[in-house]
């Protein structure tokens, strides 16, 4: 067939499928999802996915924005895209997300990209490649109050078939004060439960055996009922989603403790299938610091979510986000992040410097007046407690049997398999025994022999 491809070129026998187009995901768990909702728009639009950047006709990067050294990564990838378009004529280059949003035109002006689109206008891929033509970038980066992309089937990127990410909801009305989120994702919104239902029975019905539930702040998930309908509020979904199979598994992120409800906890215990985890970003010990990142909670009322859920839960890990040298922390503050990691013995953390980022509330109103020295020596710090406290967690599961989630092999020794308890620790084990051998997707039974701070070394039950 003929067709009139992006740019003024005419491509004279090659079919729409074969344009290949190649995305590099950055950035978090919803970054990965997006990157399956883009690849499912431009499936549609007749492109395949490529792995391979050399033989991509589109590239894109799909961006973080959270931190400018997840930015900086991206500028340099942006040279590497451009090399690609000067090696073979006619290659498209782009960027998406969140670095797309706050960049806007500044990525334009570089001149090195031929498109630019925000978090809510992938819908528009296919028109604007279409549209792009030598001089003539395309842009979108509306954002939007109803986009939650509820009617697309993503095209899983994941390699193993076994565990899936689902969207369900949107942006962020929080604002906390360092954070880039909602100017780059937009303001909060709630996707269709029984869109979220029908797509973890059709990942199960493939064979997935596990789902993790996607927001920024999970616990204010609400769908409003109409007609006659209840409203669905995240403890009722969660319990739709668990109700699918007892054999699916079901993960969520981010839980905001200001918001995290009994009922939530309570729906958690309810169901063996929902896995016991919860990622619960404290971000400060100290209530000064608390204060000013506008995460409206206290250190007492964290510790008192913890506590409630620890009673409900004993079994249930509890992980953290935490960030080291926020705008005018004393040593004191940091003492209290310290001893507020203590004093919930988190079994993993990601720990971060702060890095002020133009546009928030913080970069508004408070220097960034810890120098980057003092800011490493500090993460430093949590980072040493850090890997002592997930030690000492996995030391506690010692002797303990768990039920792990075969993934694949494992990457240190193929006769090795490897899987996640319910607790999201990573367990090893031996793939074969007794003739029989595992592969992915299989549940099997676990005890830990050892472990390492990182690892659960476990030997079939
Ligand atoms: N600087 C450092 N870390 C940040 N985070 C968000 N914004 C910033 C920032 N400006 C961290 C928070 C959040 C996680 C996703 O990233 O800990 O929970
Ligand atoms: Fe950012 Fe706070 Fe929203 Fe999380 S809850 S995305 S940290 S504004």
């Known amino acids: 067939m003929i067709f009139t491809c992006p740019g003024s070129r005419i491509l004279i026998g090659i079919t729409m499928s074969e344009r290949k187009v190649y995305i590099e995901t950055y950035g978090c768990q919803m970054n990965v999802n997006d990157t399956e909702v883009i690849f499912s728009i431009l499936a549609e639009a007749g492109y395949d996915r490529t792995e391979n950047i050399e033989e991509a006709d589109v590239i894109m990067a799909n961006t973080c924005s959270v931190r400018d050294n997840a930015e900086q990564r991206i500028w340099g990838r942006i040279d590497q895209f451009y090399g690609q378009k000067r090696l073979r ?33 992938y819908r528009s891929l296919p028109a604007m490649l279409s549209r792009i033509s030598p001089g003539h970038p395309q842009i979108n980066v509306e954002l939007s109050r109803e986009e939650t992309y509820s009617d697309i089937k993503p095209v ?7 565990s899936a990410f689902i969207s369900i909801m949107r942006g962020c009305n929080n604002v906390c004060s360092y954070c880039v989120v909602p100017y780059t994702r937009g303001a909060e919104r709630s996707r269709d439960p029984r869109t979220i239902q029908m797509e973890a029975c059709d990942l199960f019905s493939r064979g997935y055996k596990e789902v993790t539930l996607l927001g920024q702040n999970v616990d204010s998930y609400l769908w409003k009922g109409v007609d006659g309908h209840p409203d669905v509020d995240f403890a009722d979904l969660l319990s739709s989603v668990a109700e699918i199979s007892p054999e699916l598994r079901v993960r969520f992120s981010t839980s905001h403790p200001k918001d995290i409800s009994d009922k939530v906890i309570e729906t958690m215990a309810k169901y063996p299938n929902i896995c016991r985890h919860i990622h619960l970003p404290v971000q400060s010990g100290s209530d000064v610091m608390l204060e000013k990142m506008r995460r409206r909670y206290t250190r007492e009322w964290y ?52 890095s002020e980022r133009p546009g928030t509330l913080a970069a508004k109103h408070y220097p960034d007046d810890i120098p980057p020295a003092e800011k490493t020596r500090r993460l430093n710090e949590i980072i040493a407690l850090q890997n002592e406290l997930s030690l000492e967690s996995n030391r506690r599961d010692v002797g303990k049997t768990f039920r792990v989630l ?34 992915a997707g299989d549940y099997v039974d676990v005890r830990v022999v050892s472990c390492t701070s990182a690892t659960l070394i476990c030997e079939r039950v």
């Open 89 to 121: 004529e006619g290659v498209l280059t782009g960027i998406v997300g969140c670095m797309a949003e706050r960049l806007k035109d500044k990525l334009l002006e570089s001149g090195r990209v031929d498109f630019v689109a925000g978090p809510d206008s």
């Open 156 to 162: 899983r990127i994941d390699k193993n078939g076994v």
């Open 303 to 354: 510790l008192g979510r913890v506590s409630k859920i620890r009673e409900v839960m004993p079994d249930c890990a509890i992980t953290t986000d935490i960030i080291a040298g926020f705008c005018g922390e004393t040593l004191e503050d940091h003492q209290d992040t310290l001893s507020v990691m203590r004093e919930v013995g988190y079994d993993y953390a990601y720990m971060f410097q702060y």
């Open 406 to 439: 075969v993934e694949g092999p494992s990457r240190r020794d193929p006769a090795d398999s490897c899987g996640r308890a319910s607790n999201n620790k990573m367990c090893v084990f031996p793939a074969t025994v007794s003739g029989g051998t595992v592969k």
